[in-house]
T-cell receptor
Framework: KNEVEQSPQNLTAQEGEFITINCSYS?????LHWLQQHPGGGIVSLFM???GKKKHGRLIATINIQEKHSSLHITASHPRDSAVYIC???????????FGEGTQLTVNP | KAGVTQTPRYLIKTRGQQVTLSCSPI?????VSWYQQTPGQGLQFLFE???????NKGNFPGRFSGRQFSNSRSEMNVSTLELGDSALYLC???????????????FGPGTRLTVL
């Protein structure tokens, strides 16, 4: 079993739909990262959270430390949201990240 | 504030050659981590440098090495290149905190290495 598991692996949505991507992890962590990778490779850090919920524009990330689970939500999805979304966890100390396999999101107009 | 920069962005080498990739972190960041991304293995941690010292290392052969300079810029080197080394190599910089609520990492655009 991988330390970090994401679901679904692939997700296709229509513009305007509400999107949820899930991440479960099996190790103790200090925080969880949600990353976005567009075609071409560049990775952008969307959120780093260690408890509760964070919101940035149409993106919302939540984490439940007790259940070792996090979700990334996109409200009113748009084709420009099409990308790979990756969750990643560091150990309780240090910067080494362990990554989920990523969720390929495609939003059709 | 300038982001993380990596050079070169693209590189083509042949088997047996060696390659050096460079990463300049965000000003003030003291930690640089390197990652390899391949279609088959996904993103994998290579190593982390903090204040010119390797602080953490992933499960890669000794052909992969790195260093960090006093200005926090980092280089990674791959010797005796193999076809399987073809990948996107990403570096990320951070403050380098090792305790508390995590240390946000900022990624560079990556160097795409093709080994022929």
């Amino acid at each position: 079993k991988n330390e970090v598991e994401q679901s679904p692996q692939n997700l296709t949505a229509q513009e305007g739909e509400f999107i949820t991507i899930n991440c479960s992890y099996s190790v103790g962590i200090s925080a969880l990262h949600w990353l976005q990778q567009h075609p071409g490779g560049g990775i952008v850090s969307l959120f780093m959270l260690s408890s509760g919920k964070k919101k940035h524009g149409r993106l919302i990330a939540t984490i439940n430390i007790q259940e070792k689970h996090s979700s990334l939500h996109i409200t009113a999805s748009h084709p420009r949201d099409s990308a790979v979304y990756i969750c990643a966890v560091p150990p309780t100390s240090g910067s080494r990240l362990t990554f989920g396999e990523g969720t390929q999101l495609t939003v059709n107009p | 504030k300038a982001g993380v920069t990596q050079t070169p962005r693209y590189l083509i080498k042949t088997r047996g050659q060696q390659v050096t990739l460079s990463c300049s972190p965000i000003s003030g960041h003291r930690s640089v981590s390197w990652y390899q991304q391949t279609p088959g293995q996904g993103l994998q941690f290579l190593f982390e440098y903090f204040s010119e010292t390797q602080r953490n290392k992933g499960n890669f052969p000794g052909r992969f090495s790195g260093r960090q300079f006093s200005n926090s810029r980092s280089e990674m080197n791959v010797s005796t290149l193999e076809l399987g080394d073809s990948a996107l190599y990403l570096c990320a910089s951070s403050w380098g905190r090792t305790s508390g609520r995590g240390d946000e990492q900022f990624f560079g655009p990556g160097t795409r290495l093709t080994v022929l």
